[in-house]
């Protein structure tokens, strides 16, 4: 899986867009960018992956380069329950296997 | 999706002793993992469970240390033996889905004080 590189902190406005980052420039073709979350004292939970179109659902939009070597995720109008940990992982789409965590980003929503 | 309960969700433990830890999830699942969580620090993945047959240990994990049982597709136990402070951690248990190769649920988790 490649490795990926995040901020290890962002604060953020509530209601305002937060914008969180992601590095990961030595990603493989078959690779896919997944977004998962973790509230404090919680087990993580997934948000939303991609490939190389931009995605969005009900939680978030994603936005990857046309390169594939970054991505940023967006939570539109951010709330307090949105402050947690945010992991980017890279891996191989629709295998198996287990995630690599790396450090993610400490996101703290203001009031 | 699936649903995942952990048991005991947190527990206080003397030096030397065993924990066991149950995960059990709502509906079949292929794949099952347990990942720990130490203080401060993002989730290591502990070993993939397998079922029918042994647990899959990553590098720094032993079976001895972390012996961990998948008796059918819907339940698994890890046990952290012979404990020490060092072991204080928040152990996690996952799963994929077959149905869901592209998302993986977790349980809330076993919060671990060895004293």
């Known amino acids: 899986d490649a490795k990926t590189t995040q901020p290890p902190s962002m604060d953020c406005a509530e209601g305002r867009a937060a914008n969180l980052p992601c590095n990961h420039s030595t990603i493989s073709g078959n690779e896919y960018v997944y977004w998962y979350r973790q509230i404090h004292s919680q087990g993580p939970q997934y948000i939303i992956h991609?490939?190389?179109n931009n995605e969005t659902n009900e939680m978030a939009s994603l936005i990857i380069t046309e390169d594939r070597k970054s991505s940023t995720l967006i939570l539109p109008h951010a709330t307090l329950r949105d402050t947690a940990v945010y992991y980017c992982i890279v891996r191989v789409g629709g295998s198996a296997r287990q995630l690599t965590f790396g450090s993610g980003t400490q996101l703290t929503v203001l009031p | 999706s699936a649903v995942i309960s952990q048991k005991p969700s947190r527990d206080i433990c003397q030096r030397g002793t065993s924990l066991t830890i149950q995960c059990q999830v709502d509906s079949q699942v292929t794949m099952m993992f347990w990942y720990r969580q130490q203080p401060g620090q993002s989730l290591t993945l502990i070993a993939t469970?397998?079922?029918?047959?042994?647990?899959?240990?990553e590098s720094g994990f032993v079976i001895d240390k972390f012996p961990i049982s998948r008796p059918n597709l819907t339940f698994s136990t890890l046990t952290v033996s012979n404990m020490s402070p060092e072991d204080s951690s928040i152990y996690l248990c996952?799963?994929?889905?077959?149905?869901?190769?592209?998302?993986?649920?977790f349980g809330p988790g076993t919060r671990l004080t060895v004293l």
């Open positions: 469970a397998n079922q029918g047959s042994e647990a899959t240990y």
């Open positions: 996952s799963v994929q889905p077959s149905s869901s190769y592209n998302e993986q649920f």
């Open positions: 991609g490939l190389k």
